[in-house]
């Protein structure tokens, strides 16, 4: 989901910013990949569910951890079958939804939560300051494995429950990295320029700090996206995550940790995915981190001009 | 180095620098692994086991709670009698030389004599009396104490070799029940110890949290000496860690690894491990409370297509909850038939009679209750669905599982199945049928008074007429009501280093008696 | 300052009361830690005694009372599983984690900024690419499936190092190589991705347009200004390690805090919970108190 409003972000530009945005992807031959894999990954969480649900849930016993590359039980046992013999490439397909889906769903929701408190924190005065800041202390020292346990226990394991724990978990990291660079910018000639000048509050903050803070908080956030995936699989590991029926790369990873060495393939292709989003979301953002900068534009202009 | 060859020189230089230093340190590594080595699993008669959970404590009033019992029971601490279970002795003499029915109740138990606890005081029938009442103490709260739960014993002191022991109601299987306490001094006090005084072959002399025990051989035994002169306790939770110990030479005894790492024939044992696996089934619950549904479940189930696939080869097709070597056992009972026909045949006649069959099943598992836990309760999902049950799966952990699984049970729509697995290694069925089966059993899903007549019957009966009613009760449960479905008898999987001559049995989950091991 | 430090020690010490009845309370919405405690087929007398041992069965705001009294004389009440104090077996813990977590961070520190700054010098160039790349996968790959496939392969097959355990240097270098790896991948890209904007800023341009090539006052200027967000990262992984590399932790069998929390979370032991959390919160508390002088020291401007 992330991915999305990425991507859709340069569209407010205007249509002629966006299709030179798009001819500079094309010119940094990683980001483009990066950015066709992402869409690859998207379109399987919103359409793998409906088109290979229930392939991806057929057993077969007698037919489990049957080895990859071997075409002879179909396409879809490419990648192996799994413990219950169930084909891997339509899991991992299906699972995309469920992963994204709780990655997303963390990673958005700590973010906008602690951004805002972050930007509250560093803006506002003193004593509110003080009170969220001991609050993000109190967070950070709830272990989350407690969170989860708690919220596991009272609420039951669920999609929607896995996003608040992971999310909870994850707001001191953006609320302290809000507020650090907000004291920092506040304290700039040209914000306190405009303080003099009479500008309103939000208007200082949509106009001249947001736009300093983002790149960090986006930085944060595409590695976020890894750290949550990750999260989630070792709470999986540690029997307190997702349970089946439901499927995450994360859980498929804790699953095959039994068959590390007999079956490899059922841990490493989901790790893979896992491995392979991240990468590309982290060099699609790096990539636009500098394509967004427009003090930073000129190196991928100078590079794809040499490159040419 | 096919890259570096086309680096600039000194590049490759420093490549080449760093190689080696990293090539040292390997060396330095190899050389101390090699030195370290031997400090943990010496070439003489030292042993190392690494078991899967550390111990919370060493109290030897809990050697019932199997993590502790591996450790301490029989080693440590002993008891006045012993279940036999690598022959066909029954129950042996231990601390008890001999045992006699005084009738009315009461037996008379005969002390052997010049048995010294590792403190050197020696061990009198008074030391009998205080170690029960250390399990009846209100003080401390000993799993021992179970056992005894409707019944009230009193001591007496004869002299100080001779104990007589009077049980209210009579308890037929009390020399049995003998087994399961462990014998402390006089002067142990009320409250949980860190320094177990036993009058076992060993001594612990060391015990750091979290890291190791350390049993040594007591010189003065009263009985042979055991080969083992020292057993030290690791604790490792990953099992293809454990595994790995015993191959990289770091331990001895790894036992309970899964089948996925037991991939050396010539180190890894496989052993009924007196477990067994079943779904518990509430009987007075729609729409199990009509038999044809509770027949329909055990005909669904493919039972063969999980040994060898998710439960390792070895494993036995259940009929009682108990394991093949308990008293009683039918071996006239079948399993049921795979038969998803037959099943579906079943449901329709329920539904024809006004059952409604499309209450939802949910089946309740346990994470890590035993290796592949998961994969056997999601195939066991997709069997009922297949014969058209609406099954779903809810895995939980183990405080959640334990509401579901012991009375009273939390209201449902239709109703859970409870995937559970239940240990009884201590030869009579006494420790399992009432509390799976009779009306007033925590975990029992049963209502029925033949059944708690029959089992009141079987429990205060002995010999070979207690055998012949617990047979029965075994028949009445599997084949006239359908109580449960009843899956497998587990295996456990142990890896034994080569220079030990030892065989795991049904009862090595519960303890590991140093003296059985050999070396070769 | 020292104003400024004492308000900030009062209000982490309200703080951590809120985050002792927070824990105290939500703890036990989650089971009785007798049925837990005691084997399946304990009687229900049994489970009343244990309850009444310790204090279980008394009214929650009663028993709440009782704890913080305890607790403001420093009694951190008795593990319900270990029968031992619970601090006790906190501190022993700790005392194997913060080695653990001091190496393992100092380490990644130090590689994570030199190697993330090079980068950021190097921008798009074959160097950045490949430590992007690089830490870009430690980062995302699962820490369980890297530990015990360093086991297999170092301690099992290569047999150079002992598989899991403590007790020399040795036994010390798989936790550590596992642990540094996802956080040295997370900081290495901040460290990059700040610096990075950073040297866009006017004064490093100026410099650069002067002709002063990439030396060290750049380096060391462009490095202070990049530091707030890397430091509140830093912090961020350090108080992870500081709650328990609990994965680590359970397959080296490394006798650490993160370990004992999960047990003792699983097992309902309370009292060793709320006595772990609150001694990591001291830690985590003091350590952010660090940061933010930290930050001031930074940036002056932000002193106030």
């Given at each position: 989901m ?22 500079m ?6 980001a ?14 919103v ?7 229930d ?5 077969n ?28 490439l ?12 709780v ?66 978990t ?30 309103g ?19 944060i ?9 990750l ?46 989003t991240?990468l ?29 | ?39 943990m ?67 008379q138990?005969?002390?052997h ?17 205080h ?19 409707d ?23 009390l020399p ?12 142990t006090?009320?409250?949980f ?5 036993g ?46 110990m ?7 005894i790894?036992?309970q ?32 409370s ?22 390792p ?41 006004g ?85 007033k ?30 047979s029965?009760l ?9 109580a ?37 | 300052?020292?104003?400024l ?66 607790f ?14 619970a ?32 980068a ?32 297999v ?21 798989l ?6 790896i ?8 901040v ?20 002709g ?13 200004n ?49 006595a ?17 002088l ?11």
């Amino acid at each position: 989901m992330t991915d999305v409003t990425l991507v859709a972000k340069p569209v407010s530009q205007g249509k002629s910013g966006f299709s030179a945005l798009l001819s500079m992807l094309w010119r940094d031959k990683l980001a483009f990949v990066s950015a066709v894999i992402l869409v690859l990954i998207i379109l399987c969480a919103v359409l793998g569910p409906a088109l290979l649900g229930d392939m991806a849930n057929s057993q077969n016993l007698r037919g489990r951890n049957s080895p990859p590359f071997d075409l002879a039980r179909g396409w879809a046992f490419v990648l192996g079958g799994d413990s219950l013999g169930r084909p891997m490439l339509a899991r991992l397909v299906v699972a995309a939804r469920s992963t994204i889906m709780v990655a997303s769903g963390a990673v958005l929701v700590s973010l906008a939560i602690g951004a805002t408190l972050g930007l509250v924190a560093g803006y506002m005065g003193k004593n509110i300051s003080q009170v969220i800041m001991r609050l993000a202390d109190v967070i950070m020292s709830f272990p989350s494995l407690l969170i989860a346990v708690v919220v596991l226990y009272v609420l039951g394991p669920s999609i929607p429950n896995m996003i608040l724990v992971l999310a909870i978990t994850r707001i001191p990291i953006y609320l302290r990295t809000t507020r650090a660079e907000v004291l920092e910018v506040r304290e700039r000639m040209f914000v306190q320029a405009a303080v003099v000048m009479g500008a309103g509050h939000w208007r200082i903050i949509a106009r001249h700090i947001l736009p300093v803070v983002a790149p960090t908080l986006v930085t944060i956030a595409t590695l976020d996206f890894a750290f949550v995936m990750l999260a989630e699989s070792s709470l999986s590991f540690l029997g307190i995550g997702i349970q089946p029926p439901d499927i995450t790369w994360g859980l498929m990873v804790a699953q095959g940790r039994p068959y590390l060495t007999t079956a490899w393939w059922l841990a490493l292709w989901p790790g893979l995915f896992i491995v392979i989003t991240t990468l590309a979301l982290n060099l699609l953002s790096n990539w636009m981190r500098i394509a967004l900068d427009p003090t930073q534009r000129w190196r991928l202009e100078a590079r794809s001009t040499k490159d040419e | 180095m096919g890259a570096s060859q086309r680096r600039p020189c000194l590049t490759a230089k420093l490549y080449w620098e760093a190689e080696l230093t990293f090539k040292h340190l390997l060396i330095g590594a190899l050389l101390a692994s090699t030195i370290a080595t031997p400090a943990m699993a010496q070439a003489n008669t030292d042993i190392t086991v690494v078991l899967s959970e550390e111990l919370d404590l060493v109290e030897p009033c809990m050697a019932t709670r199997s993590n502790i019992g591996r450790v301490i029971l029989q080693n440590i601490s002993e008891t006045l009698t012993e279940l036999d279970v690598r022959g066909d002795k029954g129950l042996m003499p231990r601390l008890a030389d001999s045992w006699e029915d005084k009738g009315d109740g009461t037996w008379q138990f005969k002390l052997h004599s010049g048995v010294k606890f590792s403190d050197g005081t020696t061990f009198d029938a008074a030391d009998v009396k205080h170690s029960f009442d250390r399990v009846f103490s209100d003080q401390l709260t000993c799993e021992s104490k179970r056992y005894f739960a409707d019944t009230t014993l009193t001591f007496t002191v004869v002299d100080d070799l001779t104990i007589d022991v009077k049980a209210e109601p009579a308890q037929p299987v009390l020399p049995l029940l003998m087994s399961l306490v462990t014998m402390v001094p006089s002067e142990t006090p009320m409250e949980f110890v860190r320094d177990p005084i036993g009058t076992g072959p060993y001594v612990m002399t060391e015990w750091t949290a979290g890291q190791q025990i350390v049993l040594d051989r007591r010189a003065d035994y009263w009985g042979a000496q055991p080969e083992v002169t020292k057993a030290t306790y690791l604790f490792r939770s990953e099992p293809a860690v454990r595994a790995g110990m015993v191959a990289a030479g770091e331990a001895d005894i790894a036992p309970q690894i899964t089948a996925e790492v037991a991939d050396n024939k010539a180190t890894d044992f496989t052993y009924l491990n007196s477990e067994t696996v079943y779904l518990r089934v509430d009987g007075q619950d729609a729409p199990t409370s009509d038999i044809r549904i509770r027949q329909a479940l055990n005909a669904a189930i493919d039972r063969e297509a999980f040994i060898g696939t998710v439960l390792p080869a070895g494993t036995e097709l259940a009929v009682a909850m108990v394991p093949p070597t308990t008293l009683g056992w039918n071996p006239d009972l079948t399993p049921p038939a795979y038969d998803p026909e037959l099943a579906k045949k079943l449901i329709a006649e329920a539904k024809a009679d006004g059952v409604d069959v499309s209450l939802p099943i949910e089946v309740v598992a346990r994470t890590e209750n035993f290796p592949n836990v998961t994969e056997v309760s999601e195939a066991l999902v997709q069997m009922f669905n297949e014969v058209g049950f609406t099954a779903t799966l809810h895995m939980v952990e183990v405080a959640e599982h334990e509401q579901y699984y012991s009375k009273p049970y939390p209201e449902s729509t239709g109703t859970r199945l409870v995937l559970a697995q239940h240990d009884n290694s201590r030869g009579d069925p006494v420790f399992s049928m009432f509390f799976k089966y009779d009306s007033k059993g925590t975990q029992s899903g049963v209502n029925d008074p033949k059944v708690d007549e029959m089992i009141a019957a079987a429990s205060a009966a002995t010999g070979d007429e207690r055998a012949a009613l617990w047979s029965e009760l075994f028949k009445y449960v599997h084949d006239d009501i359908v109580a449960d479905v009843l899956l497998f008898h587990m295996v456990g999987l142990s890896r034994v280093g080569e220079r030990l001559d030892f065989t795991p049995t049904i009862a090595t989950n519960q303890q590991l008696q140093l003296a059985e091991i050999g070396f070769k | 300052m020292t104003k400024l430090i004492s308000q900030r020690v009062i209000a982490s010490l309200l703080s951590l009361l809120g985050l002792l009845i927070l824990v105290f309370f939500l703890s036990r919405l989650t089971g009785d830690p007798a049925v837990l405690f005691l084997p399946i087929d304990a009687t229900e007398e049994m489970k009343t005694q244990f309850r009444a041992l310790h204090g279980l069965d008394l009214p929650i705001l009663e028993q709440f009372g009782r704890y913080v009294w305890d607790f403001v004389h420093l009694d951190f009440g008795e593990s319900l599983r270990k029968a031992r104090p619970a601090i006790d077996v906190v501190l022993e813990a700790y005392a194997w984690t913060l080695p653990l977590a001091g190496i393992t961070m100092g380490l990644v520190v130090v590689a994570a900024i030199v190697l993330g700054s090079l980068a950021a010098f190097n921008v798009g160039g074959f160097f950045d690419r490949l430590v992007s790349i690089v830490s870009l996968i430690g980062a995302s790959a699962p820490d369980f499936w890297i530990a015990i496939v360093a086991i297999v392969v170092f301690a099992i097959n290569l047999s150079w190092l002992p598989t899991s355990g403590v007790g020399t240097p040795w036994h010390w270098v798989l936790p550590i190589a596992v642990l540094f790896i996802r956080p040295f991948g997370l900081i290495v890209q901040v460290v990059r991705g700040s610096m990075l904007t950073a040297l866009s800023a006017q004064y490093v341009k100026t410099a650069r347009a002067k002709g002063v090539k990439n030396l060290p006052i750049i380096f060391v200027h462009t490095l202070r200004n990049a530091m707030l967000p890397v430091i509140t990262v830093i912090g961020d992984q350090a108080a992870a390690m500081l709650n328990g590399a609990v994965i680590v932790e359970t397959i080296f069998g490394f006798p650490g805090i993160g370990k004992l929390m999960i047990d003792s979370i699983l097992q309902r032991d309370f009292n060793v919970v709320l006595a772990a959390i609150m001694v990591t919160a001291l830690a985590i508390f003091i350590m952010n108190i660090l940061i933010d002088l930290a930050y001031g020291l930074l940036d002056p401007r932000i002193r106030n």
